[in-house]
């Protein structure tokens, strides 16, 4: 069965102390893997797709990398708005688009 | 651009009363889906509509049923609401195709259900 494991379940951090969140997939086949931003009482927001293993992607203090088994969400130098709940998802090949949802870390930053 | 819009946002229903959530999308979103999303759980499939004309089954369709009035509108409705299905309901659509953003999920701001 297809799975994917988000650690650490919540992560809390003081301001300026980076970090990493991982997620491990067992897919047989992978199509890609996306990783989403969910602010309290709103819906989770698209923050990147990596496709293939090596392959990494940057957007502000945040860089998300891909291997052959997991995932990793880099959080450089973190700042308090950058607290949420960070979620993983995992796109099989072949068959409908139904891309499988971690539960997801829940990440605070103290000022 | 609105994106994908979700009403009512907050419902409280007693056990055996039926509702409908409403989901519509302004994007030309091909794929549309429901999830729910309970503490501990994470983002649960529903159902799913792959295009118009189409609906099928998730990871926890029963209690639920779907309607995909039109490209743009997804429904979904409990007929005897249970206190199983308290949760927080989510609407997402997708652009399909070939293009660098066809892969990605836009989600609505959420629907939040008590049954009592």
């Known amino acids: 069965e297809d799975q994917v494991t988000q650690s650490p379940e919540a992560l809390r951090l003081q301001e300026g102390e980076s970090s990493s969140l991982n997620c491990s997939y067992t897919?047989?086949?992978?199509?890609?893997l996306f990783w989403y931003r969910q602010d309290p009482g709103k819906g989770p927001e698209f923050l990147f797709t990596?496709?293939?293993a090596g392959e990494e992607k940057e957007k502000e203090r945040l860089k998300a990398t891909l291997t052959k088994k997991e995932s990793f969400l880099h959080i450089t130098a973190p700042k308090p708005e950058d607290s949420a709940t960070y979620l993983c998802?995992?796109?099989?090949?072949?068959?409908?688009?139904?891309?499988?949802f971690g539960r997801g870390t829940s990440l605070i930053v103290h000022p | 651009n609105a994106g994908v819009t979700q009403t009512p946002k907050f419902q409280v229903l007693k056990t055996g009363q039926s509702m409908t959530l409403q989901c519509a999308q302004d994007?030309?979103?091909?794929?549309m889906y429901w999830y729910r999303q309970d503490p501990g759980m994470g983002l649960r499939l529903i159902y799913y509509?792959?295009?118009?004309?189409?609906?099928d089954k998730g990871e926890v369709p029963n209690g639920y049923n779907v309607s995909r009035l039109n490209k743009r509108e997804f429904s979904l409705r409990l007929e005897s609401a249970a206190p199983s299905q308290t949760s927080v309901y989510f609407c997402?659509?997708?652009?399909?195709?070939?293009?660098?953003?066809?892969?990605?999920?836009?989600f609505g701001a959420g629907s939040r259900l008590t049954v009592l």
């Open positions: 997402a659509s997708r652009l399909t195709g070939a293009s660098s953003g066809a892969n990605v999920l836009t």
């Open positions: 897919v047989s086949g992978l199509r890609g």
């Open positions: 990596l496709y293939s």
């Open positions: 998802a995992v796109q099989i090949s072949g068959g409908s688009y139904i891309p499988t």
């Open positions: 994007m030309n979103h091909n794929s």
């Open positions: 509509s792959a295009s118009e004309g189409t609906t």
